[in-house]
Nanobody, 128 residues
Framework: QVQLVESGGGSVQSGGSLRLSCTAS????????MGWFRQAPGEEREGVAA???????RFADSVKGRFTISQDNAKNTLYLEMSSLKPEDTAMYYC??????????????????????WGQGTQVTVSS
């Protein structure tokens, strides 16, 4: 089965940077879309950034210009480079994969309900 494992989370001060990684295994084929989502306590899961198999990207307005998403297909790894971090970025961050094409064909790259596979999450805490 498909397995996604996130790493790279931690605690940083406002203005700092982190690089999250998501290593995938058990793939039978390339996902249509890979994405990063986050969820703070008591809040809904929010789409942060996503990249499709053509390299097109999407970003939430709240992170645009501060976060970058990329992937290394040879290493089966997805990255989220986060800079200028703010306390409101504090959340559990998850990577997700759309193999069925639901996110891709609906142009819903930041919609958590369109993704089939999820990692366990990595915590990001930004202090002021």
């Amino acid at each position: 089965q498909v397995q996604l494992v996130e790493s790279g989370g931690g605690s940083v001060q406002s203005g700092g940077s982190l690089r999250l990684s998501c290593t995938a295994s058990g793939y039978m084929h390339t996902a249509f879309v890979m994405g990063w989502f986050r969820q703070a306590p008591g809040e809904e899961r929010e789409g942060v950034a996503a990249i499709d198999n053509d390299g097109a990207t999407r970003f939430a307005d709240s992170v645009k210009g501060r976060f970058t998403i990329s992937q290394d297909n040879a290493k089966n790894t997805l990255y989220l480079e986060m800079s200028s971090l703010k306390p409101e970025d504090t959340a559990m961050y998850y990577c997700a994969a759309d193999f069925a094409g639901n996110a891709y064909y609906n142009d819903a790259y930041l919609d958590a309900s369109k993704f089939e596979y999820w990692g366990q999450g990595t915590q990001v805490t930004v202090s002021s």
